[in-house]
C-alpha cells in the first residue's frame, strides 16, 4: 500500500515543478494532477528510470492536454525528483 506522503510528494511537484498548465498559484485546483499520481508510482514501482517518467510526462502533455513541447529538457529535473521519491520510500 502507498503511504499517503508519497503522494502528497508526488502531488507537489506536479503542482510546483511540472504543472504545465500553471494551475499551481491556484490553491483550488491542488489536486488538477492527482489522475497521473497512479501511473507514476506504476512506473516507480516496475520500471523506474528517469527516461521512463520523462516519457509519461511528455505523452500527458501531448495526449491528454494537448500541449506540444517538443523540448523535454525541462522534465529532466522533475523526473530526477520523482525517481527520488521511489528511492526514499523504496518504492
Do not use: C, Q
Not at 18 to 34: H, Q, S, T
Not at 68 to 88: D, Q, R, S
Amino acid at each position: 500500500m502507498i503511504k499517503n506522503e508519497v503522494i502528497t510528494e508526488i502531488r507537489t511537484i506536479l503542482i510546483k515543478d511540472w504543472d504545465p498548465l500553471g494551475i499551481g498559484a491556484n490553491l483550488n485546483l491542488g489536486d488538477e494532477y492527482d489522475g497521473y499520481i497512479g501511473s507514476i508510482i506504476h512506473i516507480l514501482m516496475y520500471s523506474p528510470s528517469i527516461e521512463s517518467i520523462i516519457s509519461l510526462l511528455k505523452k500527458i502533455e501531448d495526449e491528454d492536454m494537448g500541449i506540444e513541447n517538443t523540448n523535454t529538457k525541462y522534465l529532466y529535473p522533475i523526473a530526477t525528483k520523482l525517481m527520488k521519491i521511489g528511492e526514499k520510500f523504496h518504492i
